[in-house]
Structure formats: C-alpha cells, structure tokens
C-alpha cells in the first residue's frame, strides 16, 4: 500500500467524516429510551439509583422562563435545560423534555416553577433514563474515526515528504 498518493487525504477525510456521521447518528439513539419512558407526575420522591432524570411538561411554555430544581435532603441541584424537544406519549398524555439532570441522586424531589411567577396550569413529570451511556458512546466512534482520519493523513503526509526527500 503506497501512501505517497494524494487521494490518501481524500480517504482519510471520508474516514472522519463518516465516523463523526455514525457516532452522531448513535448518540442520537441516546433519546429512544425516553420516548418509550413512562413519566410519573411530580411530588413524589423519585427511586434515581444513579440514573438520568428526564423532566417533562405536558404544556410547553416556550415564552416563560421555566426553572426546575431538584431536592434530595438539603442539596438543591437546578436542572438543566433539554437542549433538544422530545415528545412523550405517557398513559393518554403528551410530554414535552424541558430538562434533564444526569446521575440523579436517590430520593430526588422535582420542584418546577415559572420566573414570573404567574399562575401556571401545566403539569409536569418525571421519568427516569439511562442517557449517557450511549452519548459516551457515540463522542467515541466519532473520535476515534476522526484520530484514525487524522493519523492515516499524517502517515500520507510523512511518506509524501520521505518519498519527495529521496528524489533530491
């Protein structure tokens, strides 16, 4: 195999760019467990055991400021916003992701309230996921693709200026 060719960066530019394509697509997958969740209304102490607590409404509110915090004993972690909207079918309801705090502590308690301070008719739920692992996952394909594009560009590099040193 003679790596002195020019179309080696082509191949080592396809190699990272189908691995970044298959590790985002895997990492995507990361959401299908959600889907199928069943959400539980909030108030209740939630069993997380070191899983993802998903945290859903069933009224989007996109122009209100919607903040959750979760209690376990006296540590208040805020959740953090979903990054991405994910719909929900659960016992006869639609939910909508609004957050999601990884590796929830046991015993959690979900509070979620708009900043304005308005009257709020929305219902929310929780629902626990293993998200991470897939995501973690998914970064890994796509690292080691783009490290392997990365090298076999090197290699081309090297072995062009070897083959050009040796003509001189």
Request: with cysteine; charged share 20%.
């Given at each position: ?96 992701l609004i957050g999601v705090l990884p ?20 219902r929310y739920g929780t629902a626990l ?40």
């Amino acid at each position: 195999m003679e790596l002195t060719r020019r179309r080696w960066y082509l191949v080592a530019a396809l190699i990272a760019a189908l691995a970044w394509v298959a590790g985002t697509a895997f990492a995507a997958s990361a959401w299908d467990p959600l889907r199928s969740a069943e959400v539980v209304p909030i108030g209740q102490p939630i069993k997380a055991t070191g899983d993802d607590l998903a945290v859903l409404t069933d009224l989007p509110q996109a122009e209100r400021a919607i903040t959750c915090v979760a209690r376990s004993g006296k540590k208040r972690l805020r959740v953090p916003a979903a990054t991405v909207d994910i719909v929900v079918d659960s016992d006869g309801s639609r939910w909508h992701l609004i957050g999601v705090l990884p590796d929830a502590p046991d015993q959690t308690k979900v509070v979620c309230k708009p900043k304005d301070d308005q009257t709020d008719t929305a219902r929310y739920g929780t629902a626990l996921v293993d998200l991470s692992s897939r995501v973690g996952t998914g970064q890994a394909i796509a690292w080691a693709g783009f490290i392997a594009g990365l090298g076999l560009a090197g290699a081309t590099l090297t072995a062009r200026t070897r083959r050009t040193l040796a003509h001189d």
